[in-house]
């Protein structure tokens, strides 16, 4: 069917489901308006149903109430409900009076499964799964199981429609993506209270009604504030550009640029290709925007990275990223005194920095520049500058190509699952392939020390990329800590 996603664009739309159950406003755990949605969000939600009694639904609000009383849980910023045993019991209500929920989380937990090496005891279906009943057993592994499972589909269903603030009390992950996942104006305005702080440290109010335009230099990879005074611009600038470990505030400001949904929950399509989830691409719509706009975003982080690989290699050395040279499996000085550096200590020299640069150089293609504003304050709102195209035309990026091919994705992620486990021995279903190549990260629920452990070198290898892939989204959304910073950029 044809449904609008607004005035502007058209897509195409299959019968698809997002991750988890989508709760109607009556149920206490309802979807809070992440969105400012549009008629075929809107028709989306009326077709999901919540389920449960209002008995229940009090149950969990009770719950909630005296979960969020413990305030040592309630705002500890890595919470997790299995931690907790009132979190444990509300997770347990919330996820029984949802049967869809129930069924996603028996599609998590099989889906699991099929990554093993070991597949005999695969169900032969995600159907034989009786989440319920194990649930409600005293075996706390086979709850485990089952909590591990509704963390990861409440994960995808924060960075697809929104965690309601339930599910975000229960998880502290669920919040962190939820916020990762948010429209750029919300995304500026968490940073911006540290901007405000800072004024009021310093005598002043922070002026909502002024207009301001935020330019970025990347051959520093500094923003630069113009619109205020003298005095304001230069708070500002020093707020933004703060980089170290207790705030990294520049490279929150490069993620909401790189990572953030529109108004109307629609995504941008440079980001298409690293997300996990993909069920509500279709409903709320790709925008199309300049390819070399797009370019410039796939630019972005690889540059920042080399800037500060830049930077680090001249205090610790005296030479720069443009003194190496990546050739023949091996990294070469092109200087005198890069190749002294390398020869004297190589095996110091590659755990201190030289891997992370073999990682770099496979991945920058080029430091994209900026000559206008890359976002503005405007009427009280943080907006980006990039042009939005309401039709398909020559030089944009096509959002009906990307959308239908996310649709044939999730078409064979359908198949992987009607399959089920005749497909997945016989190791020919397309299905199969199409999960493995599109899934980013291993689903959680195996153990991860016995891959890394044992000697199945493809397995190891998926471990260490989905580390990897791991680390980069992180950095993107809340940052990394000191020593992940380090296995990621090689560096502090």
């Not at 199969?432 to 020390?449: E, H, M, Y």
Request: glycine share 6%.
């Amino acid at each position: 069917m044809i449904v609008e996603i607004n005035s502007a664009r058209t897509v195409s739309a299959p019968n698809v489901t997002a991750t988890g159950t989508q709760e109607t406003p009556s149920t206490v755990f309802a979807q809070e308006d992440k969105w400012t949605v549009s008629s075929a969000y809107q028709q989306y939600l009326s077709t999901q149903s919540g389920t449960g009694s209002s008995r229940s639904q009090a149950r969990i609000e009770a719950l909630a109430e005296q979960l969020r009383q413990d305030t040592s849980f309630s705002q500890y910023k890595r919470r997790n409900f299995m931690n907790h045993p009132i979190g444990r019991k509300l997770a347990t209500e919330v996820i029984l009076a949802d049967e869809g929920l129930q069924e996603k989380i028996a599609e998590n937990m099989w889906e699991t499964q099929t990554w093993l090496v070991d597949k005999t005891d695969l169900p032969p279906s995600w159907r034989d799964i009786n989440v319920k009943a194990m649930l409600l057993s005293t075996d706390e592994m086979l709850q485990n199981s089952v909590f591990v499972g509704f963390e990861t589909v409440l994960r995808d269903k924060a960075a697809t429609v929104g965690a309601s603030s339930i599910e975000k009390l229960l998880s502290g992950r669920v919040e962190d993506v939820d916020e990762a996942n948010d429209t750029f104006d919300h995304k500026m305005n968490r940073i911006f209270d540290k901007v405000r702080l800072e004024f009021e440290a310093n005598g002043m109010t922070f002026d909502e009604n002024k207009s301001y335009s935020f330019y970025l230099d990347t051959s520093e990879f500094r923003f630069a504030v113009s619109g205020g005074t003298d005095r304001e611009n230069t708070l500002i600038e020093k707020v933004l550009n703060t980089s170290d470990y207790s705030s990294d505030n520049l490279f929150a400001t490069l993620g909401a640029i790189r990572q953030h949904r529109q108004e109307d929950g629609g995504y941008v399509p440079w980001a298409i290709d690293n997300l996990r989830c993909k069920d509500m691409i279709p409903v709320l719509g790709v925008v199309s925007v300049s390819t070399s706009y797009a370019e410039k975003m796939d630019q972005l982080f690889p540059a920042y990275d080399r800037s500060q690989m830049d930077k680090k290699l001249k205090a610790q050395y005296g030479f720069g990223v443009d003194a190496l040279e990546y050739r023949g499996g091996k990294i070469i000085g092109k200087t005198p005194e890069a190749q002294a550096v390398i020869d004297s200590d190589e095996g110091q020299f590659m755990k201190m920095s030289g891997y992370a640069f073999i990682n770099l150089s496979k991945k920058y293609t080029g430091t994209p520049e900026f000559p206008d504003p890359v976002f503005v304050y405007e009427n009280g709102k943080f907006q980006t500058t990039y042009q939005i195209f309401d039709e398909p035309c020559e030089g944009a990026t096509n959002s009906a190509d990307i959308i239908a091919n996310v649709q044939r994705q999730l078409a064979e992620r359908e198949k992987f699952f009607e399959n089920g486990r005749e497909g997945v021995l016989k190791g020919h279903s397309s299905g199969t392939r199409v999960a493995k190549k599109n899934s980013l990260f291993l689903p959680c629920g195996f153990d991860i020390r016995a891959i890394l452990n044992g000697s199945d070198v493809e397995a190891i290898d998926q471990v260490f990329k989905s580390y990897d892939v791991l680390l980069s989204q992180k950095a993107r959304t809340v940052g990394l800590a000191r020593i992940e910073r380090y296995l990621k950029t090689g560096q502090y």
